[in-house]
Nanobody, 127 residues
Framework: QEQLVDSGGGLVQAGGSLRLSCAASGRTFSSLAMGWFRQAPGKEREFVAA????????YYVDSVKGRFTISRDNAKNTVYLQMNSLKPEDTAVYYC????????????????????WGQGTQVTVSS
């Protein structure tokens, strides 16, 4: 059973930056494709970014391309989401997610493709 712990959220002004972290435990981290999702109040949870199990590929939703960067450190069992040029519309609870993957290029971006979820971390961007 995989356990994921999200951290790094907070309050930031528009244009600022935050880095989210997700620490994983339970199985070999390099067997997991990882993703970040977010859920704003009153809205459905949506995909933000994904990274394949050894970092060979990444995938982003259009609204964060050029501003957010997903990365991973397999030695530390941790995935990161660097968020720059933050906007008020980025305000949400951010969740990391994981799924066992065979392909080094697999970057799942569907909600139902993931089996394990973190508890979420709040990101609030003020205008």
């Amino acid at each position: 059973q995989e356990q994921l712990v999200d951290s790094g959220g907070g309050l930031v002004q528009a244009g600022g930056s935050l880095r989210l972290s997700c620490a994983a435990s339970g199985r070999t981290f390099s067997s997991l494709a990882m993703g970040w999702f977010r859920q704003a109040p009153g809205k459905e949870r949506e995909f933000v970014a994904a990274i394949s199990r050894i970092g060979a590929a990444t995938y982003y939703v259009d609204s964060v391309k050029g501003r957010f960067t997903i990365s991973r450190d397999n030695a530390k069992n941790t995935v990161y989401l660097q968020m720059n040029s933050l906007k008020p519309e980025d305000t949400a609870v951010y969740y990391c997610a994981a799924v066992v993957s065979l392909s080094i290029y697999h970057t799942p971006h569907g909600l139902r493709e993931y089996d394990y979820w973190g508890q979420g971390t709040q990101v609030t961007v003020s205008s």
